[in-house]
Structures are given as C-alpha cells and as structure tokens.
C-alpha cells in the first residue's frame, strides 16, 4: 500500500509514501519513492554523472548515518504494533551506510525529510536549471542531432549529416528541391521538441552548436581552418555560407578557404541544420565550435 505524498503544479505524482509491509507481509525498506517521470529522469541523469560518489564526498558521513538512523525511525513507527515478523532493514533505499540511490534521498527530501544528500541533489539540479536558462547545446554528430539544456532534458533527432547527406546526395550540387526537404526534415523533428519544452518557443535562450561538420560551417565563414573558437554566426552569415556550400559543385567547394578536404559533402548538411535550427528558433545568432 501507498499513498501521494507530493504532488507537482499539475496535481501529478511526485513522491509516494510506501507501508512498512507488502500486502504479503514482506518488509518494504523504502519508504519514499520518487515517481514523477521529469524528476526521475533529472536524477537519473545526475547518477550517470557520478551522483552517488560525488555526494558521499560532499556530505558529513555522521550527518549522512544520522539521517539514516530518521529515516528507519520513521518508517519503523509505522509498523503495527503487534508485528512479530520480519521487519525492514537499513535507512534510505534499505541501506545502512553511504548512499545507494539519489532518488531515493531526493523523493525524502522532497517529502520534508531532514536529508542531507536530498538537500545535495536538490542543489545540485536547481544549479543545471539556472544553467539550462543560459544555452541549449545542439551537438551534431553523424547519425544524430543531440539537444540538450544543461542535463536537465536531452532530445534526439534520427537526422545526422550521413542521413542529411543522402537526402542531398543525387545532385552536385544538391537540388533545390533536395535541400528544402532537407532543412524541412530537420525543421519537422524541431517541431516535436517545441511541443515537449515550449519554453524553448516562449523564450529562446542561447543557442550553441556542436560537432565536426557544423564547425565546418564557421571556417568557411571565418575563412580559415582553426578559428579562435567558440564562433559566433548571425543569421545572415548562416544564410550566406548556406547559399555558398549549397550551390556549389563538389569539385567547386573544395575551394572554400577553411574548409576541411573531408568534409565536403558533410558541410552541405551541416549548414542545413545551423540554418534550420536559426529559423525554426527565430535566432539571429548561434555560437559554434567543434
């Protein structure tokens, strides 16, 4: 048995309460359980980032074995009165020492719960969202485009340069037709990841742009090959190193003072994600770097 114990604005489930005991008797040595999915993910991706071990550096150990011993307290006053059996074990997540799960702390934390690892996580992702408010990153790799605000939410588009490429591909230079669709592909898949953060829509906040290829685009702006990095590009830069690479043949393009001989082709569909992303986010600048 369980019951809500936190809610979000939208009356969502942040945090639910468990029982001492399953419905079978089995013990339950979590007590707060964190369930609201954003929550879960933003903690998640703080654990992949070394979480656990960098909390267990960054708190008392006799403050953290403290609030292990409340939160098994807690939890034990729970129990029936009467109960003869076997009885949960340890403190936050069921361990007795250090810490095993940030979600665990958090959804405590986030119960009222005196934990100072919550407290930790709770700073720890209020820092990544005042990051979040100053850049999202659009890394561009080969088989995908990346977007991501200061590990508080990523996104993924299936539309690397290789799959750009082969859009562009039958025509040197590319068609006209061929290079719209291309940049309405990549316009389409913006379009999703609006309707998941509109805040991006609501108050576009800087944008910095990532990957080999795209930096391509910078050097032929810039028009050397190792340019003091990060490059900033405004619109009509964009545009015009787009209608440059765009219209040329290959055998042309190879011309292009800073272009890298490889990246000839990947070039091409680069600049068609730097000049989507600008119009689809209403930029008039970007930064850019390898």
């Known amino acids: 048995?369980?019951?809500?114990?936190?809610?979000?604005?939208?009356?969502?489930?942040?945090?639910?309460?468990?029982a001492?005991?399953?419905?079978?008797?089995?013990?339950?040595?979590t007590r707060f359980w964190?369930?609201?999915?954003?929550?879960?993910?933003?903690?998640a991706r703080l654990e992949a980032a070394g979480g656990v071990r960098a909390a267990e550096a960054a708190v008392d150990p006799d403050a953290?074995?403290?609030?292990h011993h409340r939160y098994a307290a807690e939890r034990d006053a729970a129990l029936p009165a009467d109960w003869d059996g076997p009885a949960p074990a340890g403190g936050v997540g069921g361990t007795r020492t250090g810490v095993k799960c940030l979600h665990a702390h958090y959804a405590w934390h986030l119960a009222g719960g005196d934990?100072?690892?919550?407290?930790?996580?709770?700073?720890?992702?209020?820092?990544?969202?005042r990051s979040a408010t100053t850049g999202l990153v659009v890394q561009v790799r080969d088989d995908l485009i990346e977007l991501s605000m200061a590990g508080v939410w990523s996104e993924r588009i299936p539309l690397g340069t290789v799959r750009l490429g082969e859009l562009l591909a039958p025509g040197d230079p590319p068609a006209p037709a061929d290079l719209t669709n291309a940049i309405g592909a990549v316009a389409?898949?913006?379009?999703?990841?609006?309707?998941a953060h509109p805040e991006l829509r609501d108050a576009p906040p800087a944008v910095h742009l990532r990957g080999g290829a795209v930096a391509q685009v910078a050097?032929?702006?810039?028009?050397?090959d190792e340019p003091a990095w990060p490059v900033e590009l405004v619109r009509d830069a964009a545009e015009d190193v787009f209608r440059t690479v765009a219209t040329e043949c290959r055998a042309d393009r190879r011309h292009n003072p800073g272009l890298a001989p490889d990246q000839v082709d990947a070039v091409v569909a680069a600049s068609c994600v730097v000049v989507a992303t600008m119009r689809r986010l209403h930029l008039t600048s970007v930064t850019i770097a390898p």
């Open 1 to 18: 048995a369980f019951e809500v114990v936190v809610r979000d604005d939208g009356g969502r489930p942040v945090v639910i309460r468990n």
């Open 20 to 29: 001492p005991l399953l419905d079978d008797g089995t013990p339950m040595p």
């Open 34 to 43: 964190l369930v609201g999915p954003d929550e879960v993910h933003a903690v």
């Open 64 to 67: 953290l074995a403290e609030a």
């Open 115 to 129: 934990d100072p690892v919550g407290r930790w996580v709770a700073s720890q992702l209020a820092g990544a969202t």
């Open 188 to 195: 389409d898949h913006l379009d999703d990841v609006l309707i």
């Open 219 to 224: 050097c032929v702006e810039v028009g050397v």
